[in-house]
């Protein structure tokens, strides 16, 4: 019979060895997985499966890194270390903040789209109920009232949150190439962003809060303030 050799450390061993006698690894029972064969060489049964793609492996196709079987491709992409390294690094003192004038516009591009979809939303409900005072409550459908308003409300809430939190912008920013950071620099998430949305109310509330970025040094309205963000020109990131 042949010499048994180690797919990991490459030793030759007794053919009916069940660990190499070099580096411990198991033989014998890396013969068959499951009776899988290799995704490369369907005519090969698979001893492994790669960790990253989850492709089936014979022998000849596997390789070891720290351990774990990768195929060929996978063991050669770059690590996720490597990845970061090529990721510019944000100096927040290096973001130029995005003035007043330039986010009231965007202000105004959100909502002017959110108006839009407001528009459409009342047509489908007239179309629907054939009442175009549904929205108001009026007619023998108080329900539709709260259906309608219900399903714009929370499709705004979704339109802000999910903007800032994927893309750290909304459309309207992004028509105007700004975006919203934290103090660090680093992106929002899907908290940070619902947060951000919340304390919007106050900022609204107060007036004060929201033209306090005329004199602040910074642009800040007081919900940037107090979600500790701030609103910056994209291209100085």
């Not at 450390?9 to 690894?25: F, L, M, S, T």
């Not at 175009?132 to 009232?145: S, Y």
């Amino acid at each position: 019979m042949q010499n048994m050799k180690c797919s990991k450390c490459g030793a030759e061993n007794e053919p009916d060895a069940e660990k190499c006698i070099v580096c411990g690894w198991g033989l014998q029972s890396r013969l068959v997985v499951n009776e899988q064969v290799c995704a490369n060489h369907p005519w090969r049964f698979a001893v492994s499966t790669c960790r990253a793609c989850g492709l089936e492996l014979c022998e000849a196709c596997e390789e070891f890194i720290d351990g774990d079987s990768f195929c060929h491709e996978c063991a050669d992409r770059p690590s996720e270390d490597e990845l970061l390294r090529d990721v510019p690094v944000v100096v927040p003192a290096q973001l130029e903040p995005a003035g007043f004038f330039i986010r009231t516009i965007a202000a105004g591009i959100d909502i002017l789209i959110l108006g839009c979809a407001l528009t459409i939303l009342w047509m489908a409900f007239w179309l629907l109920f054939g009442d175009p005072t549904v929205p108001l409550g009026a007619g023998e459908l108080p329900w539709a009232r709260v259906l309608f308003w219900s399903i714009f409300t929370g499709g705004t809430i979704i339109y802000f949150v999910h903007s800032l939190a994927e893309n750290g912008q909304t459309p309207g920013m992004a028509s105007l190439d700004i975006g919203v950071v934290r103090y660090n620099g680093e992106a929002l998430d899907y908290r940070a962003a619902i947060l951000r949305l919340m304390s919007l109310i106050p900022a609204i509330v107060s007036i004060v809060g929201i033209f306090c970025a005329i004199w602040d040094s910074q642009g800040r309205m007081l919900h940037d303030r107090l979600t500790r963000t701030r609103v910056v020109k994209m291209g100085s990131m």
